[in-house]
Structures are given as structure tokens and as C-alpha cells.
């Protein structure tokens, strides 16, 4: 992943810092543009997986459309090259500050999440005179096997609307002055590694509740099926790249679809994860009673996702990688620096033997990294570094 001119130049650079591998983010986007050209699939990037302008900006200029969960995003996305048609707004709490804003901006779509959010829509649009175009997001109650944190389309979780309020709706969306159905939305989880099984469940599910809409003479032109493809964070440098064909072929063989029907897919970790590296430096060294602590200088509030939801990610110690310093392994706890048990990149890690100023990587942390960093201990938010920039 790094060439030892940019290592030299990395280790120059105060810790902790976002690296971006703009080469590998390139690959990997336009990988996907041209499988889903192929397959005639629809994309539209999950915003809320990484706000860089940089990242965002490349992603749109490839044609995709964008997903976002909230007004900002709305408006970050048309900010940074996506043309509102091509902005689909889903979230279960959208309020009516977003609603409006997302009108005023003519989005593509409102995936709607409850009776009473169409309904608000439905006048929100009325008092300004515009029709807002809405697809349904189902709940289809699919396991997607995956963390319970990131599963989603299950009736125990909050997302969608499930099978007992679809005549409801349907009414709703046949009356509703101010509301143009155009479709169903899907997104069941995330960090879905059993591609096949999921999907195909998905779209059969999906199949039997859009024939179900059209029977009650509601015409589906759009049927969204979420984002969720995994990444491999075992082992990102053997596959920096994830499975597209296997989710794209998929969706093509396994959902009954008219040729009048745009199905479109809204991948978020699977664009981004990869490409994007923690960059920190151990602190100290601690022998504990019972193990070896490395202290980094990058924290859980950089990077939650271990503490969230105890997520693997790989460290990598590059000083030990550049200077061929790679025998003597040894067993370390790795931890950050906030005042929390929870803050620790990994236990019992193998590593070289490590020292005070070693560079050191958190791998595939591009997706969920920095957008869910927060300022906890008053922390500095860590800047971003791209390989194209050094
Ligand atoms: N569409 C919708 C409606 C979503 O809610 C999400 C993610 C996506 C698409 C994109 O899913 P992806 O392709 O990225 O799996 N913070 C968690 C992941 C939360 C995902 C939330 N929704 C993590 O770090 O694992």
C-alpha cells in the first residue's frame, strides 16, 4: 500500500492523520461504475460512509447518485457534484427543517419510513406547492447475518415499514395529493460477507412485495435495494478490491425485474473502506503485569468502530515494515489514549518488536472512520492525507 518515498514523508507528519490511498479509492470506484453499467444496476454512494470533498467529489464525478440520512448530507451531496435528481434521502426521523430543504433542492426521492413521515411530507409539499417524489422503505424482516448493531431490516429494528401497514400505505399513496410513488427501498444491514444467500433472499423478498403493490394498483418504477456489501478487514491488501460481480450478478439473476424498472444499489463501505488508513505513532510502552501495552496517540474518538461494536481492524507497525525490523515478534495489547477500558485497537496483537515514535497503521478504516469521530477529551479531530498530495 505505501512506497518508501511516502513513508519517508509520512513519518515526517504529526499523528494521528487519515491517509487516503486516492489510487485504490479510483480503482475501486470505477470498478463498480463499470460492473453496474454492465449489469444496468443503479448506484448511488452512501454518503454518511465518508464526507471527504475530495473522496465525494471523485465518486460523483463517475455518474453515481447519492444516499444520504440526513438534511446535511442532502446538502453536502448537491454541494459536491451530485445533481439533486439523483439524491435519495432515506433516515427514519427526517424533520421538517430537512423535509423542507430537500424539497426546496427537488431531490430525486424521499425513501419514507413511516405512515406518519408521508403524511408530514405529503403537506410539507402541499404548502409549497410541489409534488415530492416517495418510495417506501421496507422493513422485509431478513437477517442479513451480520453485527446486530448494523442489522437493519429485521421487524425487532426501527427501519422501514413492515408487511401489516402496507394496504395503509398504499391507500395513503393513492390519495395523497402531493406525494408521486415511485417505488420500494431496501437496506437490510451492513458488513454483509454472505453475499449470495442475503441477496438473493433480498431480492426474492423484494420480488414478492413489489408484484404485492402492483396488485393493488400502485406501479413500482424504482425498486432501491440498499447498500451492504463487506469489505475484508482480515486481510485488505488481498483484497483491496471487494466482490462486486458476485453482489451485482446476484441482484441481476435474482430479482424478477421489468426492463422498465431501474434497480439501483447504494454501496457505502464497500467504496471507501480500503482505501483509507489511521495513521499513529506509539506514544509508550507499558509492561503491565500480565502484558505489554502499546499507548498509541490515536483514540477511539478518531476511530469507534473497535469500541462500538469490538470490529477488527488490522495494525500494521510501518517503521518496523521500512527499516526491515519485522523478527522478534511479540504479543501486545495496542490501546489509544482516552480515558475509557473500551479504548483498545486490539488485544494480544502479534507484532514486531515496538518502539516509542513507531509509525504505525489502523487498516481499512475509510468507511465509518472519520465521520464518526468525535471531539471526546477535547481531542483534536485528525486531518486527512492524500497520496496523491505528498
Ligand atoms: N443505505 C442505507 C439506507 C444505509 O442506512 C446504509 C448504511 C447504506 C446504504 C450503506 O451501507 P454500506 O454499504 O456502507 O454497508 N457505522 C457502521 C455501519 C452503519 C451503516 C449504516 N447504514 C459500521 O461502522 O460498521
Redesign the pocket.
Known amino acids: 500500500m505505501l512506497e518508501l518515498k511516502d513513508f519517508a514523508t509520512l513519518s515526517r507528519k504529526e499523528t494521528p492523520f487519515w491517509y487516503y490511498d486516492m489510487d485504490l479509492l479510483r480503482a475501486t470506484v470505477d470498478k463498480a461504475a463499470e460492473l453496474a453499467r454492465r449489469y444496468g444496476i443503479g448506484l448511488h454512494y452512501?454518503v454518511?460512509?465518508n464526507v471527504e470533498p475530495r473522496i465525494v467529489q471523485y465518486i460523483s464525478s463517475r455518474g453515481f447518485g447519492a444516499?444520504c440520512?440526513s438534511g446535511n448530507e442532502v446538502l453536502f451531496a448537491a454541494a459536491n457534484g451530485f445533481r439533486p435528481e439523483i439524491i435519495v434521502f432515506?433516515g427514519v426521523g427526517k424533520s421538517d427543517r430537512e423535509i423542507n430543504a430537500a424539497l426546496d433542492l427537488g431531490i430525486e426521492a424521499f425513501?419514507c419510513e413511516s405512515v406518519m413521515e408521508m403524511n408530514v411530507i405529503d403537506s410539507l409539499a402541499a404548502a409549497k406547492g410541489v409534488k415530492a417524489n416517495v418510495s417506501v422503505?421496507i422493513n422485509p424482516n431478513i437477517d442479513a447475518h451480520t453485527?446486530r448493531?448494523?442489522t437493519?431490516g429485521l421487524y425487532e429494528n426501527k427501519?422501514g415499514i413492515s408487511r401489516h401497514e402496507f394496504d395503509t400505505v398504499i391507500d395513503l399513496l393513492k390519495n395523497a395529493r402531493n406525494l408521486n410513488f415511485i417505488g420500494l427501498?431496501f437496506?437490510i444491514?451492513?458488513?454483509?460477507t454472505d453475499v449470495r444467500d442475503v441477496y438473493s433472499l433480498e431480492c426474492r423478498r423484494a420480488a414478492e412485495i413489489v408484484d404485492y403493490f402492483e396488485s393493488r394498483g400502485l406501479k413500482v418504477d424504482s425498486i432501491d435495494l440498499?447498500?451492504?456489501?463487506?469489505v475484508d478487514y482480515d486481510d485488505p491488501d488481498g483484497n483491496p478490491v471487494p466482490d462486486f460481480e458476485t453482489w451485482f450478478s446476484t441482484v441481476d439473476s435474482c430479482l424478477r425485474r421489468r426492463p422498465d424498472q431501474k434497480v439501483s444499489l447504494?454501496?457505502?463501505?464497500?467504496l471507501v473502506a480500503q482505501c483509507g488508513t489511521l495513521v499513529t505513532r506509539v506514544l509508550f510502552v507499558k509492561n503491565g503485569e500480565t502484558k505489554a501495552f502499546l499507548i498509541m496517540d490515536a483514540g477511539m474518538n478518531d476511530l469507534i468502530?473497535p469500541a462500538?461494536?469490538g470490529?477488527y481492524h488490522k495494525i500494521e507497525n510501518l517503521t518496523a515494515a521500512f527499516e526491515g525490523r519485522e523478527d522478534g515478534i511479540q504479543q501486545y495489547d495496542v490501546v489509544g489514549p482516552v480515558c475509557e477500558s473500551s479504548d483498545v485497537w486490539g488485544s494480544g496483537r502479534d507484532l514486531p518488536f515496538s518502539v516509542r515514535g513507531d509509525l504505525m497503521a489502523l487498516r481499512s478504516a475509510g468507511?465509518?472512520g472519520s465521520v464518526?469521530s468525535s471531539r471526546y477529551n477535547l481531542r483534536d479531530i485528525a486531518p486527512a492525507v492524500f497520496s496523491d498530495e505528498l
Open positions: 452512501a454518511k460512509a444516499d440520512v432515506a425513501n422503505r453485527h448493531y448494523v437493519t427501519f427501498h437496506h444491514g451492513s458488513q454483509i440498499g447498500g451492504g456489501l463487506g447504494e454501496p457505502g463501505r464497500s468502530r462500538l461494536y470490529a468507511a465509518y464518526m
